[in-house]
């Protein structure tokens, strides 16, 4: 794949990370405050950002998989896969407080502290 | 999910948190298990008005972290009213060692009770001068949403209720106090409704009401007579009469000259009135002789009459007469008890009956008041009602749960759905529980004969309102001094705001001299007050007149003098006003109402 490419498309997740957390933030608080409605279609987008976040990171895997077993973007990985199925259970479970913990202590927390450990995927080169 | 059990544990921070969990496997939690301090703060901002509110209803308490919070952001002497259905939860929030530490009791309620969130409504009125706000905590509510459901209703119900008799008080209370000392001679002649008690055990009542649907089965009374205690409101005994049925009771409670036009022209030969001692005073002479009283009303100033002419047995009133002539059937014993002509609501689009003094009136149902909505209605689809109609039926729903010893009927045949009464049409309810003859006036009147007061209560009557005139004259003294001070205060402040606005004077000996002068009247205005303040007695029976004291808004802490002296103006102006016109009345009520012989109106007149 070309190199511009693949630069671009990890600036792009790069930049992708702060508004995730950001917003997960947000859902956490409009869930909390029972803004229910308005909550569920933030986390609609918000998984949507994640499936192309997603599918971002597959596409580096392929490129340059080494690199990104390297930075560490496995954990992030094996992270964020073991967040989604509480998300799903608790969704399904109509269990707002839980959604809104795991948001904000899960996700939000998961990406936080990807970004200040140095965002160890983003620099590889 | 009266099911739900609800477990209590340890938060990821070590603060208690806790999961619902239902017997179908759905469990869910009421808290954060991180931080459930932070999730309170959050929820509460949604609230921005609590800095500044009276009175706050939480519905949900989980383990009261918003709680704690909503005490944290309001006034410090903001009331808070806690609803949760979960027995656990409020057993819990109780019994914590931290909570029974850290929460101001004294303003916190926590229930699941309808009465005991109507008496919060009620005492805590003031509070609610400076504004309400709701809390909704999400995962409370989904413990129990029907319940949450009904009760949010249910506290918006008593708002209003409590909204609508401090209009009414505010408006009626002179007519009230009149009517109260016009009826005194009535009253203490009278038996009370007390002696009626149990009467009618296990016989049939008919409590007949002035609705719209009235016209549908009114006929039929004349088979109900002597077979049921009938017991009429004020407003339906015109129709019944113009179809020559006499009713055993009627009950009134109205103190308007609106509610004697009702009576006025009718001759009713037999039935025995039943009124509260505010009933407008020209009705009871219309039944003169074949009376009952009964008391449904406190204040201070009913209370001391009460204390003075004894017990004469207590109606619920609810608000609307119907209400009390269904606490009178229940005080006779009656089962079972048959509504007829209690639409409260607009069935076809009529206020009332045909055949009473307000046949031809129509409700705008096009009207797009929030006063108007829709009800579930008898015999299905909804049916128009109003808010003081509605809260009515919140009422008569309320009295219907306390009572299930009683088989409740309604047989209106159309208006609006109450829970708790078994709907079938009147001649179903004939055939099926009518069917014992008995003599239910020959009853009452002996009764009536049995139970009449003691003479001597107007005698002492007498004695007591010709000792309170005296009290009076002496408290008119000191309230027209205190206004005559007030007066010079208002007089000096505005001196002392001329010379502060010329500043060459202002430290000049006149303008000393001016707030010396000032200062020492203040004190003497502050003096004047507390004397006034210690006539509590005087002071509080006069609470009926002054009822608008009680609403008037709190002076700021920052007030300035002439906002104080504006605000003792009105308050002690009010009082004295008062005062005067309770003297008087206690004059003429003796004079005119209970004295026998010239020798005690001329022994009032001698104090003057």
Same mark, same amino acid.
């Given at each position: 794949m070309n190199c511009d490419v693949l630069k671009d498309l990890r600036e792009r997740l790069n930049e992708l990370v702060p508004t995730l957390e950001q917003a997960a933030r947000e859902v956490a608080a409009l869930l909390q405050q029972g803004n229910v409605g308005r909550g569920l279609n933030g986390l609609h987008e918000v998984l949507e950002a994640l499936q192309y976040f997603h599918e971002g990171l597959d596409l580096l895997i392929k490129a340059d998989g080494d690199a990104l077993y390297w930075s560490g973007f496995s954990g992030l990985r094996e992270k964020l896969d073991q967040i989604y199925p509480p998300v799903f259970a608790a969704l399904e479970a109509n269990d707002m407080v839980t959604l809104a913990d795991l948001l904000e202590f899960e996700l939000a927390d998961t990406f936080a502290q990807y970004y200040s450990d140095g965002g160890l995927l983003w620099q590889t080169q | 999910m009266a099911d739900t059990v609800i477990e209590f544990m340890e938060g990821k921070r070590g603060l208690p948190t806790a999961r619902a969990c239902h017997p179908n496997g759905v469990a869910f939690l009421l808290h954060s298990a991180h931080d459930p301090v932070a999730e309170a703060r959050r929820l509460v901002e949604r609230y921005p008005s609590l800095k500044e509110a009276g009175a706050v209803v939480c519905f949900g308490l989980g383990l009261g972290y918003h709680v704690h919070e909503v005490l944290r952001v309001a006034k410090p002497n903001v009331q808070v009213l806690v609803i949760e259905s979960h027995p656990q939860l409020r057993e819990w929030f109780q019994q914590n060692p931290e909570n029974i530490q850290s929460i101001p009791w004294e303003r916190v309620t926590i229930t699941d009770r309808e009465d005991v969130i109507k008496t919060f409504v009620y005492r805590k009125r003031e509070n609610?001068?400076?504004?309400?706000?709701?809390?909704?905590?999400?995962?409370?509510?989904?413990?129990?949403?029907?319940?949450?459901?009904?009760?949010?209703?249910?506290?918006?119900?008593?708002?209003?209720?409590?909204? +609508?008799?401090? !209009?009414?008080?505010?408006?009626? %209370?002179?007519?009230?106090?009149?009517?109260?000392?016009?009826?005194?001679?009535?009253?203490?002649?009278?038996?009370?409704?007390?002696?009626?008690?149990?009467?009618?055990?296990?016989?049939p009542a008919v409590v007949v009401a002035a609705g719209p649907s009235l016209s549908k089965n009114i006929d039929l009374l004349a088979e109900a007579k002597n077979k049921s205690v009938i017991i009429s409101v004020g407003t339906a005994l015109k129709a019944m009469l113009a179809k020559g049925i006499h009713p055993d009771l009627v009950v009134t409670l109205d103190p308007t000259e609106l509610n004697y036009k009702l009576f006025e022209g009718l001759a009713p030969a037999e039935e025995f009135l039943c009124y509260e001692p505010q009933t407008h005073?020209?009705?009871?002479? +219309?039944?003169? !002789?074949?009376?009952?009283?009964? %008391?449904s009303f406190s204040s201070c100033f009913t209370l001391w009459l009460k204390a003075l002419y004894g017990d004469k047995g207590y109606i619920d009133p609810g608000g609307s007469v119907a209400i009390a002539a269904f606490g009178i059937a229940c005080l006779i014993g009656a089962n079972p008890i048959v509504f007829i002509g209690q639409d409260l609501a607009f069935t076809g689009g009529y206020t009332h009956s045909k055949g009473t003094a307000y046949e031809n009136r129509k409700a705008d149902l096009t009207s797009s008041s929030m006063h108007m909505f829709e009800v579930p209605a008898i015999g299905g689809g909804k049916v128009f009602t109003m808010r003081n109609f509605h809260s009515f039926i919140v009422r008569f729903e309320e009295l219907?749960?306390?009572?299930?010893?009683?088989? +409740?009927?309604?047989a209106t045949e159309g208006g609006a759905l109450k829970r708790g009464a078994k709907v079938m049409t009147f001649r179903e309810a004939i055939d099926q529980h009518f069917n014992e003859e008995f003599q239910v006036l020959k009853?009452?009147?002996?009764?009536h004969h049995k139970n009449q007061p003691d003479p001597a209560v107007r005698e002492r009557i007498i004695k007591e309102f010709n000792k309170t005139a005296r009290k009076y004259k002496g408290l008119i003294r000191k309230l027209e001094e205190t206004l005559s001070i007030a007066k010079k205060v208002e007089k000096l402040s505005n001196l002392a705001e001329k010379a502060d606005g010329k500043k060459a004077q202002a430290g000049s000996a006149l303008a000393r001299g001016n707030l010396d002068?000032?200062?020492?009247?203040?004190?003497?205005?502050?003096?004047?007050?507390?004397?006034?303040?210690?006539?509590?007695?005087?002071?509080?029976?006069?609470?009926?007149?002054t009822i608008e004291t009680e609403f008037a808004p709190p002076l700021p802490e920052d007030a300035t003098l002439k906002e104080q002296v504006k605000q003792i103006n009105a308050v002690y102006g009010l009082y004295l006003e008062s005062a005067k016109l309770m003297r008087k009345?206690?004059?003429?009520?003796?004079?005119?109402?209970?004295?026998?012989?010239?020798?005690?109106s001329a022994e009032v007149c001698e104090s003057c």
């Open positions: - | 609610f001068r400076d504004g309400l706000v709701m809390v909704e905590h999400p995962a409370s509510l989904r413990l129990n949403p029907e319940f949450y459901d009904t009760i949010s209703t249910r506290v918006r119900d008593y708002i209003s209720l409590l909204l +609508i008799d401090m !209009g009414t008080a505010q408006t009626l %209370n002179y007519f009230v106090q009149e009517n109260n000392f016009a009826n005194l001679k009535a009253i203490t002649s009278d038996p009370g409704i007390s002696s009626l008690k149990g009467a009618f055990a296990g016989k005073y020209k009705i009871p002479p +219309i039944f003169d !002789g074949r009376r009952f009283v009964f %008391n219907f749960a306390q009572h299930k010893d009683r088989l +409740i009927i309604d009853i009452v009147n002996e009764l002068l000032l200062k020492k009247r203040a004190e003497q205005l502050n003096r004047k007050i507390k004397s006034v303040n210690a006539e509590t007695k005087l002071t509080n029976l006069l609470d009926m007149l009345q206690m004059e003429n009520a003796v004079k005119d109402s209970l004295s026998t012989n010239g020798i005690q």
